[in-house]
């Protein structure tokens, strides 16, 4: 695809710096600017030189740009985008990385002034690390991004954005903006929210000491710490921003929960192999499509504990 001469990432984390090198190995922009309200993490970012500028001021950053992308914490946008719109040019794409669509639309698009496309996205990729030190190119290779273009969206710019994810290695899919948000609410946020539970059930249990449940954790608790090691500002955003999503979700896997305690307390051995079979073969599916390594332990050294 043609480079856009100019894009501007704002937020410079995991996924801002991810997206700069990604698009630095594909040469898909004459000019990368960065930009992040904390001014550590500017200097930081100004070092690595993933971006060929990091002005000090947001304006500054967006002038001229033709595809901005907004990377910050989902509750921060409105901020953001109230300090952008008067410096946006006309004809350029504003999009985002955001794991909540509705909210966005809300909060950012009566800010967007006439003439600029705004189109939202959603990389479904990550790691537990963060700041500007976690990126790297190849993050988005083979993983999803979501697009959830508005009613009467600018097909040209959609067709725009969408190639830029593929040239950075996504696959690319549309979707409504609410249904997005019920389907991420059940394949991330609801995993999250039981994770960062179980971990904190764990360590606030009195009748097992916390050195115990760090030298005896086995790969099951283990897999669960690294998901509750993800950033806490960003996860807080989205639970507040997709809570109808989420609590919809929430009360039906309490309700298959309920079941399974029940079974267990009655001995239901049918119950359990159902359920435990069904599930089987969902791991199994995400394997076959490429989603994940079919390695055992997820890949992982087997030397390493």
């Known amino acids: 695809m043609e480079a856009f001469s100019k894009i501007v990432i704002i937020g410079l984390g995991l996924i801002g710096s991810s997206i700069a090198h990604a698009a630095r190995r594909g040469k ?100 537990e690390f963060s700041g500007p030190e976690a990126g790297f190119a190849s993050l988005f290779d083979g993983r999803w991004t979501i697009l959830t273009p508005l009613p009467g969206a600018d097909a040209g710019a959609v067709a725009r954005l969408r190639g830029f994810w593929e040239c950075l290695g996504s696959q690319v ?80 896997f309490n309700e298959d929960l309920a079941r399974l305690q029940q079974a267990v307390r009655d001995g239901d051995g049918d119950v359990l192999f159902d359920t435990f079979s069904r599930t089987r073969a969902i791991r199994k599916a995400i394997i076959e499509i490429g989603q994940e390594s079919p390695a055992p332990n997820f890949g992982r050294d087997q030397k390493k504990p």
């Open 173 to 252: 899919d549309e979707m409504e903006s609410g249904h997005h948000d019920l389907v991420l609410a059940i394949t991330s946020h609801l995993p999250h929210l039981i994770a960062y539970n179980i971990v904190g059930t764990a360590h606030d249990l009195e009748a097992v000491t916390q050195g115990e449940v760090i030298k005896y954790s086995a790969s099951g608790f283990r897999d669960f710490t690294r998901i509750a090691a993800s950033d806490p500002t960003m996860w807080r955003d989205v639970f507040l921003n997709n809570r109808d999503a989420v609590l919809e979700v929430l009360g039906r």
């Open 28 to 127: 898909l922009a004459k000019e990368i600017a960065g930009f992040d309200i904390s001014a550590d993490v500017r200097a930081r970012a100004a070092k690595i030189g993933f971006c060929d500028t990091v002005p000090d001021d947001i304006a500054a950053a967006v002038k001229g740009a033709r595809l901005v992308i907004l990377c910050t914490p989902v509750g921060a946008y409105k901020s953001v985008a109230t300090a952008i719109a008067p410096h946006l040019a006309k004809g350029a794409i504003l999009s985002d990385v955001g794991s909540v669509k509705g909210a966005v639309v809300r909060d950012v698009g009566p800010l967007v002034p006439p003439g600029v496309h705004f189109i939202p996205a959603h990389p479904i990729a990550g790691t």
